[in-house]
C-alpha cells in the first residue's frame, strides 16, 4: 500500500468514529456553520418538501448550506456525504415519483438511521414505490459502490468535501458518473488562505471541516483539472468559528460556506454555442424568475444574450426544455471569468 493510500484510510476511519459521535451526540460541532438557515433562498417547492421531511432526520442533518438546484423533475440525483438523509429526501420529493435519489456515505451508523425513515417519507410524498436508495462506500471510489459512468443529471454535496483527503479524486470520480450537460451543485467550508499542513494533522479541525478547507482558487484548479466549466458561485455564508481551542489554531483564517455548481459539458460544446440569445419560459416553481447564480438571474419571457459558456450550459443540460435559444443579432459577450474572491462579498467579515 502506498503511503497516500494509508492516509486516505487513516482520515476515512478517523472521520467515520468523528461522525459516528455527533450521531450519538458524544461531540459536538465547533462552528456554526452547521445550524447555518437557508431557508430564504428556497422556493415554494422547496420549503414544502422540507416541511414534510421527519424531524428525527431534520435534527441530526450536519450540512453547512442548501445544494438544492432548480429544475429537478424526473432528474436522477446523485448525494456525496448523504448522512441521515436529509438532502436525499428533500430531493426525492423534488424530483416527483419519476425521478431519483441515491445517497452513499462511508459511515454505516449515519446511513443505518437514513434507511428507517424511507418507508415514512415514501408515504408522505405519496409515493407508490420509494425513489432513493442509500450505498455505503467512498466518495473517492463511487464506481467500487456500482455507480456507473453517465448515470446521474445531478449530483449533490453538503459539507463533505473538505473532508475528504483526496478531493481530486472526488470530482473526478463525480465528472466520470455524470451525464453530459450533469453538474455538481455542492455546498462546502472554504477557507480565504491555504490551510498550513501542520493543522492537517488535528484531527478535531478536520472533522470540523477547518483543516481541509479548500480555497476558491484551489477549487477553480481542481475543476479546471478535471474537465469541469468554472465553478460558477451560488452563495455565501460566513462561518463563525467557536472552540476557543480551534480559534486559536486558526488565527486569521476566514471561513465560509460555499454553495457552488459546476458542470459537464459534452467535448463538442465544451465552452461554445452560437446561439447566445436566450429566454426562460418559466416553471411551476420558477413562474416569474430563475436565480441562476450570485449574478445571473433570468426574468421569465424575457431575451437575455449570455456568453457562449453559459448559452452551451443551458443548451445540453436539463435546462435546455425551459430556454428557447435564438442566434443573437448582437455580439455575445465574451466568457464570464466569475469571481476571483468570493470571500470579498461577505458583509461582515
Ligand atoms: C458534515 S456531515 C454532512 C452529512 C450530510 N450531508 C448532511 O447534510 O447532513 C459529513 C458526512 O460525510 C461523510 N463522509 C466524509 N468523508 C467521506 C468519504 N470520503 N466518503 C463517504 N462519506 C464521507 C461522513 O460520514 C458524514 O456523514
Redesign the pocket.
Known amino acids: 500500500m502506498s503511503t497516500c493510500v494509508n492516509k ?1 484510510t487513516e ?2 476511519n478517523e ?2 468514529d ?3 459521535n ?2 450519538e451526540g458524544s461531540i459536538r ?1 465547533g462552528s456554526d456553520v ?1 445550524s447555518l438557515k437557508a431557508t430564504q433562498m428556497m422556493t415554494k417547492g422547496a420549503r414544502n418538501a422540507l416541511s414534510l421531511v421527519h424531524e428525527d432526520i431534520k435534527e ?5 448550506g442548501l445544494p438544492l438546484p432548480s429544475c429537478l423533475l424526473e432528474a436522477h440525483v446523485l ?9 436525499v429526501y428533500l430531493l426525492s420529493k423534488m424530483v416527483g415519483p419519476n425521478g431519483h435519489v441515491t445517497g ?4 454505516d451508523e ?2 443505518s438511521f437514513a434507511k428507517q425513515y424511507v418507508d415514512y417519507h415514501c408515504q408522505a410524498f405519496g409515493y407508490n414505490e420509494s425513489n432513493v436508495d442509500f450505498k455505503e ?5 463511487l464506481s467500487a459502490s456500482g455507480i456507473k459512468a453517465n448515470q446521474f443529471d445531478v449530483i449533490v ?5 473538505n ?4 478531493k481530486q479524486s ?1 470530482l473526478k470520480e463525480a465528472y466520470t458518473s455524470l451525464k453530459d450537460g450533469g453538474e455538481i451543485f455542492f ?1 462546502d467550508m472554504y477557507a480565504n488562505k491555504p490551510i498550513p499542513d501542520t493543522l492537517k494533522t488535528n484531527k478535531s479541525l478536520w472533522g470540523d ?1 477547518l483543516a481541509g478547507a479548500l480555497t476558491w482558487s484551489q477549487l477553480l484548479e481542481i475543476a479546471a483539472e478535471v474537465g469541469f466549466t468554472r465553478p460558477r458561485l451560488y452563495a455565501i455564508r460566513k462561518i463563525n468559528v467557536n472552540k476557543p481551542e480551534h480559534k486559536e489554531l486558526v488565527g486569521d483564517i476566514q471561513y465560509a460556506s460555499i454553495t457552488c455548481r459546476l458542470f459537464k459539458l459534452p467535448s463538442k460544446a465544451s465552452g461554445n454555442s452560437t446561439e447566445s440569445e436566450v429566454k426562460f419560459n418559466g416553471t411551476e416553481d420558477h413562474l416569474d424568475k430563475l436565480v441562476f447564480d450570485n449574478s445571473v438571474t433570468f426574468t421569465t419571457g424575457t431575451r437575455t444574450v449570455v456568453d457562449g459558456t453559459l448559452a452551451a450550459i443551458l443548451k445540453h443540460s436539463r435546462y435546455a426544455k425551459h430556454f428557447s435559444f435564438t442566434s443573437s443579432s448582437t455580439e455575445a459577450p465574451p466568457p464570464q471569468n466569475g469571481i476571483s474572491d468570493p470571500f470579498e462579498l461577505l458583509s461582515c467579515k
Not at 462506500?137 to 471510489?141: R, T
Not at 454535496?157 to 468535501?161: E, K, L
Request: charged residues 20%.
Open positions: 486516505s482520515t476515512w472521520m467515520q468523528y461522525y459516528k455527533i450521531l460541532f452547521c441530526r442533518y450536519f450540512g453547512c448525494d456525496l456525504g448523504c448522512g441521515t438523509g436529509r438532502d452513499i456515505d462511508m459511515t449515519l446511513l462506500g467512498y466518495i473517492e471510489k454535496s453538503n459539507c463533505v468535501i473532508l475528504s483527503p483526496d472526488v455546498s471541516g
